[in-house]
């Protein structure tokens, strides 16, 4: 697919910036997460695979209860099987068990689980804690506070029957595409079934012209986070040759471009009910819930639309994804049976849009924003006072020898997809552990990483 994108992407750049500079958009080739010979690969190809035979435990079959405290230094954690097989523990029998640390407890449950731990351990904001049943240890209410995400739309195309990507027939499970794709795989461990779907990707920054038109609100935010940042995009898409969606996919051919905002003003929360470690968490997105990120949405499903349009195989909206204009409307979606269609190549003209239409663009907005499962910022590092969680070497404020070391210490989201991230969190976490044990450099002592 990633061929095809040459000719849309050089109507964006046209319009916004110099291709030599990209500062209004950069060109991006997403990562399959293959190795460099074609195969499926992970963090677990690249990090864990390596060390196993080393110093290494994976205990499975288990829940992190809460962190157990002696004073204010913690010494370990309290896990509870959950009546699965645990080898490690030799035992399928619901138990409490305490796994103590003998130097330092480092949390890494991500932006949802890190502060759940931490709340039922006794650390966060008060109410919730009482709320929770749960007796506080240390008033610190920037626990679970800030949820940041970024908000995705991921509206779909019919592609034309002169294109072909098998993911759509593969995922309807059609044995003529599925047998012989996964029979590749089992062979060679390469082909359809190693690739993660993304083909093509771009970030984009608006204009001037367009950040006014977005309204003062975002023109105040934009001034403070990224006006002056020239490489700082506001938008991230991934072009998808299938149809990505919660519902399976129908009959026919389909692409999808799915993006999303990548600093959006709104903030969620993520807190403890009660001190039940198998309780659902109440989580609060916070999407749409500041003025300055509905007008961006509704810039960039103008934008996409654009660019989906002057694809080769472009044949149309998929209606469910798309907003619900006016069929007498000049932003009407293109359909097999509209009256006035035209098979015209699409060069230089744009879809105008009415207020009524950005209207419609807007509910489209509300009914189907979505996660990207980028969720960060609920730790946040930053000082005490501004509800931070951990300070710049990964202690958590008030106690001692606890740390946490995932995308939750983020305190405001970026740019991109966060694997990489979280990654560089991890590297780094385990170089500040090494130099505050004095076992020397991370990068003398770690096994050599799987070639990706």
């Known amino acids: 697919m990633a061929k095809h994108t040459q000719k849309p992407v050089d109507w964006y750049y046209v319009r916004l910036r110099s291709v030599r500079t990209s500062r209004r958009i950069e060109r991006v080739m997403a990562p399959k997460l293959i190795t460099s010979d074609g195969k499926r690969s992970n963090v677990a190809d690249a990090y864990l695979h390596p060390c196993r035979t080393r110093n290494l435990t994976v205990v499975t079959g288990v829940t992190i209860d809460k962190v157990v405290f002696e004073g204010t230094r913690a010494i370990g954690v309290q896990v509870i099987g959950n009546n699965q097989p645990s080898a490690s523990f030799?035992?399928?029998?619901?138990?409490?068990?305490?796994?103590?640390?003998?130097?330092?407890?480092?949390?890494?449950?991500?932006?949802?689980?890190?502060?759940?731990?931490?709340?039922?351990?006794?650390?966060?904001?008060?109410?919730?804690?009482?709320?929770?049943?749960?007796?506080?240890?240390?008033?610190?209410?920037?626990?679970?506070?800030?949820?940041d995400d970024h908000q995705l739309i991921c509206p779909m195309y019919r592609a034309t029957e002169g294109y072909y990507e098998p993911f759509d027939q593969y995922a309807r499970g059609e044995k003529s595409v599925k047998g012989p794709i996964d029979e590749e795989y089992d062979r060679t461990g390469k082909g359809i079934a190693a690739s993660n779907g993304f083909?093509?990707?771009?970030?984009?920054?608006?204009?001037?012209?367009?950040?006014?038109?977005?309204?003062?609100?975002?023109?105040?935010y934009w001034k403070r986070i990224g006006a002056d940042k020239p490489d700082k995009p506001l938008y991230s898409n991934v072009i998808l040759p299938?149809?990505?969606?919660?519902?399976?996919?129908?009959?026919g051919k389909y692409f999808c471009i799915g993006g999303f905002h990548n600093y959006p003003a709104s903030r969620g929360s993520v807190h403890i009910r009660s001190s039940d470690p198998f309780a659902t968490p109440r989580a609060v997105?916070?999407?749409?819930?500041?003025?300055?990120?509905?007008?961006?949405?509704?810039?960039?499903?103008?934008?996409?639309?654009?660019?989906?349009?002057?694809?080769?195989?472009?044949?149309?909206?998929?209606?469910?994804?798309?907003?619900?204009?006016?069929?007498?409307?000049?932003?009407?979606?293109?359909?097999?049976?509209?009256?006035?269609?035209?098979?015209?190549p699409i060069e230089e003209d744009t879809i105008p849009y009415s207020a009524e239409d950005d209207k419609a663009i807007e509910q489209y907005v509300r009914e189907n924003?979505?996660?990207?499962?980028?969720?960060?910022?609920?730790?946040?590092m930053r000082k005490r006072e501004a509800k931070g969680v951990v300070d710049a070497r990964l202690n958590v404020?008030?106690?001692q020898s606890l740390k946490v070391a995932d995308l939750s210490i983020c305190p405001s989201n970026i740019g991109s997809n966060t694997t990489s991230?979280?990654?560089?969190?991890?590297?780094?976490?385990?170089?500040?552990?090494?130099?505050?044990?004095?076992?020397?450099?991370?990068?003398?002592?770690r096994p050599r990483a799987a070639k990706l």
């Open 90 to 147: 030799g035992t399928r029998e619901k138990y409490t068990k305490i796994v103590k640390a003998h130097r330092t407890v480092i949390l890494t449950c991500g932006a949802l689980g890190s502060p759940a731990v931490l709340e039922r351990s006794g650390i966060g904001n008060p109410d919730v804690l009482r709320a929770a049943g749960v007796k506080v240890k240390v008033d610190l209410p920037g626990v679970g506070h800030d949820l």
């Open 369 to 380: 924003v979505a996660t990207a499962y980028h969720s960060i910022g609920t730790c946040a």
């Open 285 to 344: 997105s916070g999407f749409l819930t500041r003025p300055e990120d509905l007008p961006v949405h509704v810039w960039y499903y103008k934008k996409q639309r654009e660019f989906c349009r002057r694809l080769p195989f472009y044949e149309g909206e998929e209606p469910e994804s798309h907003p619900r204009f006016d069929p007498k409307s000049a932003a009407r979606l293109r359909t097999s049976d509209d009256p006035n269609r035209t098979d015209k």
């Open 199 to 220: 083909d093509f990707g771009m970030k984009i920054r608006p204009t001037q012209e367009e950040v006014t038109s977005m309204g003062p609100a975002f023109e105040r």
């Open 242 to 251: 299938y149809f990505y969606s919660y519902r399976p996919p129908p009959e």
């Open 421 to 445: 991230v979280v990654l560089l969190i991890a590297e780094n976490a385990a170089q500040i552990f090494l130099e505050e044990q004095g076992d020397g450099s991370l990068h003398a002592s």
């Open 397 to 399: 404020h008030g106690v």
